[in-house]
């Protein structure tokens, strides 16, 4: 069993080390949407421990986009972003403290489309 989990992990690990910084926030956001579904899923299944820690992972990589952001760039955008960031990661604190399903797919949503944009951004540069 041990063997199996190292390969899946390794595999991570390697396509982590290797991804680019655009690649590394897409992963992020990634993350983050499977981890609000999942999380309500759990939700749904009434398995509120089990929710509450995928909804704090989320919240973790909430976290992690807004602090990468690179604030020195003079434009509106960052800020924007941070804004944005800190919407989401409350949102995601009052989600999961209320059990609020509609709210945290709100939080996944807003993610999604994020991640669309930032897919679409990436690939013109």
Same mark, same amino acid.
């Given at each position: 069993?041990?063997?199996?989990?190292?390969?899946?992990?390794?595999?991570?690990?390697?396509?982590?080390?290797?991804?680019?910084?655009?690649?590394?926030?897409?992963?992020?956001?990634?993350?983050?949407?499977?981890?609000?579904? *999942?999380?309500?899923?759990?939700?749904?299944?009434?398995?509120?421990?089990?929710?509450?820690?995928? @909804?704090?992972?989320?919240? !973790?990589?909430?976290?992690?986009?807004?602090?990468?952001?690179?604030?020195?760039?003079?434009?509106?955008?960052? !800020?924007?972003?941070?804004?944005?960031?800190? @919407?989401?990661?409350?949102? *995601?604190?009052?989600?999961?403290? !209320?059990?609020?399903?509609?709210?945290?797919? !709100?939080?996944?949503?807003?993610?999604?489309?994020?991640?669309?944009?930032?897919?679409?951004?990436?690939?013109?540069?």
């Amino acid at each position: 069993m041990k063997m199996y989990q190292k390969k899946p992990d390794q595999y991570l690990k390697n396509q982590v080390m290797s991804a680019s910084p655009n690649k590394l926030i897409e992963m992020l956001m990634e993350a983050g949407i499977k981890n609000i579904r *999942l999380g309500v899923l759990a939700l749904e299944m009434k398995q509120v421990v089990k929710a509450g820690e995928y @909804f704090i992972k989320a919240q !973790d990589i909430v976290s992690e986009l807004r602090y990468s952001i690179n604030s020195e760039i003079e434009s509106e955008i960052p !800020d924007q972003l941070i804004q944005l960031y800190d @919407f989401m990661y409350n949102q *995601l604190v009052i989600g999961n403290v !209320d059990q609020d399903i509609q709210v945290l797919q !709100d939080v996944q949503k807003m993610l999604t489309e994020l991640l669309e944009t930032w897919k679409e951004l990436t690939e013109q540069q």
